[in-house]
């Protein structure tokens, strides 16, 4: 249910065919998603693998198990419903999964035999119209009728032939489907947690830290010291790959374009390989330093601030303010750039006196920003770095 296939093609992404996005793009909509703090405090990995055990059904259960099987279910059941809102929510599932959510009591259905349907063994014939205090009657759709269960008591396991091969298999089956279910949610919300637990630090504490980006031995430097001390570090996230090959698809502009085809089972996976494709080309999130949230750096330029309209003063970004802001911290925090300010407008007010013509006054500024550089660098002395702007 989970599964899917994604496109590489330079920075574009495309999750089955259908749906583009950028590089790094699912994975900064997870960093910025919320619920990090309540999948930790209802310790929900805990939770999906006690379910995975305590549902499994055999001779050797143990008698509360069997008896608060029911319970059990609808418990297991409303932590799944909760991530499934979650999965609509965020991608790529919110495009590619729709209303096709198997849930538990489907499973459970298909195997029905297993519980108690409330029908009198010696009663054949049932319809639509049939209710007992587990189910009712169901026309699926070879028109047959059947019985949806709503409450999951398991037949008395001596009721149970396990000798009869068709009846093993078919316990196996039920026991592996249950199985691969949480399994599947237990590997999203592993995904998730290392998002916060593992990229998260990455790139705030070490990808991040100069506000530039990072030479390429920078960045492995970054790598090796995030999981010497991290304990959940990238070491311990296993890239799965269920298919790889190549596959041509219409690019942006129409034209064919040959992409990596990969199938992942998991978004872990996915976001692994992509997070790394990502880095190579420069697309990569960050956290932008006034409103706090991540955004995606697409290519040569970094950015520190994001784009997003302030809600106070919609005609302004967080990069507008921020740039701003940065700018006055440096005036007021930093010699060079405080002479450098005060230096700039004087000689734009001498600009706009008609002391100094545009030619002037520009050929002023290239030697400001060069000599304000080496200053910053060291390059030259203090004093007569003062001595020379404000000539």
């Known amino acids: 249910m989970f599964d899917f296939k994604a496109y590489f093609w330079n920075s574009d992404v495309y999750i089955n065919e259908k749906y583009r996005f950028d590089s790094n793009e ?18 929900f990995i805990y939770n999906l693998k006690y379910f995975k055990r305590h549902l499994q059904v055999s001779r050797n259960m143990d008698y509360q198990d069997y008896i608060n099987y029911n319970d059990t279910v609808y418990e297991s059941m409303r932590f799944t419903d909760e991530l499934n809102k979650m999965l609509k929510k965020l991608p790529p599932y919110n495009k590619i ?17 297993f519980f108690e349907n409330g029908i009198d063994l010696n009663e054949y014939y049932y319809d639509e119209d ?8 169901e026309k699926d759709e070879h028109g047959n009728y059947t019985m949806r269960l709503f409450k999951f008591q398991l037949r008395p396991i001596k009721r149970i032939n396990i000798e009869d091969d068709d009846t093993r ?18 590997g999203f919300v592993t995904a998730y947690m290392q998002v916060h637990e593992v990229y998260k630090p990455f790139l705030t504490k070490y990808y991040h830290q100069r506000e530039a980006f990072p030479t390429e031995s920078e960045a492995a430097q970054h790598f090796e010291n995030l999981n010497k001390n991290n304990a959940n570090g990238f070491r311990k996230i296993k890239c799965k790959m269920e298919s790889f090959g190549y596959k041509t698809l219409k690019g942006r502009s129409g034209n064919p374009i040959l992409c990596e085809e990969i199938g992942f089972s998991d978004i872990g996976s996915f976001l692994f390989y992509d997070f790394f494709n990502g880095i190579k080309q420069n697309y990569v999130p960050n956290q932008c330093r006034n409103c706090g949230k991540f955004f995606l750096i697409k290519g040569s330029w970094y950015y520190t601030y994001c784009d997003r309209k302030l809600k106070k003063e919609p005609d302004k970004s967080c990069r507008d303010v921020g740039s701003k802001k940065r700018y006055d911290d440096k005036c007021k925090n ?20 008609k002391k100094m ?35």
């Open 334 to 353: 930093d010699p060079v750039w405080q002479t450098y300010n005060r230096a700039y407008k004087a000689h734009y007010a001498r600009y706009m006196k």
């Open 169 to 186: 298999l078919s316990l196996q089956e039920l026991n592996q489907a249950i199985s691969e279910f949480f399994d599947m949610y237990i």
């Open 97 to 113: 999964l729709g209303d096709q959510i198997t849930r538990l009591d489907d499973i459970l259905n298909t195997y029905n035999y």
């Open 130 to 137: 049939t209710v007992t205090e587990y189910g009712m009657g």
């Open 357 to 391: 013509t545009m030619s002037e006054f520009e050929e002023w500024s290239r030697f400001a920003s060069e000599i304000r550089d080496r200053a910053l660098a060291g390059e030259i002395e203090f004093d007569k770095y003062y001595a020379d702007i404000r000539k």
């Open 26 to 43: 699912i994975l900064t909509a997870y960093l910025n998603d919320k619920h990090y703090n309540h999948l930790y405090e209802k310790d």
